[in-house]
């Protein structure tokens, strides 16, 4: 089984950094990829992929696989060289050892935990509160723990907005609220707040907060800093189920951003190349102060 998905992933790579006018296309995310890509003046150079298989099940002559896709772009935008990287789960099935299906498992279902309540009142001026933001300190963690989860704190199946919280954390972001659910932002003793791990609560969150995490909405993305965050809507539907972290530019001097849930790091902000994608996908951007 595993020399099946590795010829899998050999036909897979070339597709990546294969020409669209000479050469058909038949993976959607490379040419999805490609696409995003040359709106951007950018393109994958060279591109590494390695699998792990997750579990594996037989029944006669058929097999299904559910496996890990490690990928690595190295990009090339107008001078700069950067890489890209991202983890995906995805369903393999074969029979008699043919592929016969091969599809992404879909990170981004919307978390059902009730959203932070609009009417809380978040304008304590504790001076304990105040706190100054190392930017730094923040993007080092999103660099360390992108495609891992740190033991100290807990890990969610839905990831991505309880790592964005470590991050804002160690970066001197001061928790507050506990042990109201609906309150402040914190994770204290097993237990945390909707807004430290659920999408659409943390984009509330930013909204409402006037002192400890706190953070100003701006018009457009070339204005976030490093260490900054973006919200997304993948829908449009006014529930926002994804966030991410700036971590770098691109040669544009537009956001890099790493995440969890499906990890990532120094993705283009905007995920045109996600399968969550959608054309009413909205988002917010929030540059963090302190």
Request: with cysteine; net charge neutral.
């Amino acid at each position: 089984m595993l020399h099946l998905i590795q010829d899998l992933f050999e036909k897979r790579v070339n597709q990546f950094v294969s020409d669209k006018r000479t050469h058909k296309v038949f993976f959607p995310k490379a040419e999805q990829k490609q696409s995003a890509l040359s709106k951007r003046d950018a393109e994958i150079v060279k591109v590494k992929a390695a699998g792990r298989i997750i579990e594996m099940n037989e029944e006669e002559e058929f097999q299904t696989v559910k496996y890990q896709a490690h990928y690595q772009y190295l990009i090339k935008q107008k001078e700069m060289l950067y890489m890209e990287e991202e983890i995906e789960e995805r369903l393999a099935k074969f029979y008699k050892k043919a592929l016969v299906m091969d599809e992404e498992i879909n990170p981004y279902e919307y978390q059902k935990s009730p959203p932070l309540p609009t009417t809380l009142n978040l304008e304590e001026t504790d001076e304990r509160l105040s706190f100054q933001y190392d930017r730094l300190k923040a993007v080092q963690y999103a660099e360390r723990w992108w495609n891992s989860y740190n033991p100290l704190y807990i890990k969610f199946e839905n990831d991505c907005t309880n790592f964005i919280s470590q991050c804002l954390h160690i970066g001197g972001a001061p928790m507050r609220g506990y042990p109201v659910q609906g309150s402040g932002w914190w994770l204290q003793n097993k237990k945390w707040s909707y807004s430290w791990a659920v999408a659409n609560s943390l984009k509330l969150y930013f909204a409402l907060s006037k002192s400890g995490l706190h953070a100003r909405e701006v018009s457009s993305p070339d204005q976030l800093l490093l260490g900054d965050v973006i919200c997304y809507d993948f829908e449009g539907d006014g529930r926002f189920n994804h966030n991410t972290i700036v971590t770098g530019k691109d040669a544009d001097g537009m956001p890099l951003v790493n995440a969890h849930t499906y990890n990532s790091r120094m993705r283009y902000w905007a995920y045109e190349d996600s399968s969550a994608y959608t054309p009413n996908i909205k988002y917010k951007f929030y540059t963090i102060l302190g």
